[in-house]
């Protein structure tokens, strides 16, 4: 497995390399534009040996398909070719599908903007995936079974909130090929997102040991994002590792 961690501006970057992590996720939700300065992110790449991933913006209003496939849709074109500059290979984006919060009609018609942004991906040489939000495996029955173009990004964080227990391991079974890339942290779960804190890895009640072992088990080998606070990526990128290497041996 590849283990990384994500940055918000080009300071950000001399954390990853230190830390000799195989990748840093240029994380776009939060406004932050580095994206859009190749030139030190090419050369910052060659100096620390590191790679790019690319998490997008947030869509903001989950309901408003006028933004969602006009402007949004074009910000998402936008960010192909950006990561074709970074030779990126993955866009990572959030699309609320919540079958329990999101009308019938509304995802019918974001299904057709996601299939259209993940066919654009294909053709610009970078693979579009979706991240688990809250949503339950069975919201992403139809999605991942009707558009082959689309990856899955599993943020084993995410699989623990609206939920009794963590989704993930079914995410995993039912999709093993077509989870593409992970994201990794630790929280108390809860009935919201604002229980969505991204603890660092052993501060929260997710079993850690269970969901790897499975990633093992299923030959998991690709990118994991840390998605914990920078000052905490080095002690949670260890106990992820450590937990690994003891179920390899």
Not at 91 to 105: A, G, Q, T, V, Y
Not at 151 to 164: F, P, R, V
Request: aromatic share 8%; charged share 25%; proline share 4%.
């Amino acid at each position: 497995m590849r283990f990384g961690g994500k940055v918000y501006k080009i300071e950000d970057l001399k954390i990853i390399g230190s830390l000799g992590l195989d990748f840093a996720e240029i994380n776009l939700p939060e406004g932050g534009t580095m994206i859009y300065q190749p030139q030190d992110l090419l050369r910052e790449a060659e100096k620390w040996g590191f790679t790019y991933l690319v998490h997008a913006p947030r869509e903001e209003d989950p309901c408003d398909l006028n933004r969602l496939a006009g402007g949004y849709f074009q910000e998402i074109l936008g960010l192909f070719k950006a990561c074709r500059k970074l030779s990126c290979p993955l866009l990572n984006i959030h699309f609320w599908m919540d079958s329990r919060f999101i009308p019938e009609k509304i995802r019918d018609r974001k299904r057709e903007i996601l299939f259209a942004m993940a066919r654009e991906g294909l053709r610009n040489g970078v693979q579009l995936c979706l991240e688990n939000l809250s949503e339950r495996p069975e919201d992403f029955q139809s999605l991942l079974s009707e558009c082959p173009e689309l990856g899955l990004t599993l943020d084993i964080g995410h699989a623990q909130l609206y939920s009794q227990k963590n989704h993930c391991v079914e995410f995993l079974a039912l999709w093993p090929k077509r989870v593409k890339h992970v994201h990794a942290h630790d929280n108390l779960g809860g009935e919201g997102l604002e229980y969505d804190v991204h603890l660092p890895i052993g501060q929260g009640v997710i079993d850690f040991l269970s969901i790897m072992r499975a990633f093992v088990e299923s030959g998991y080998q690709k990118t994991i994002t840390l998605e914990v606070p920078l000052d905490h990526l080095e002690s949670s990128v260890r106990q992820l590792k450590q937990i690994v290497d003891s179920l390899i041996v």
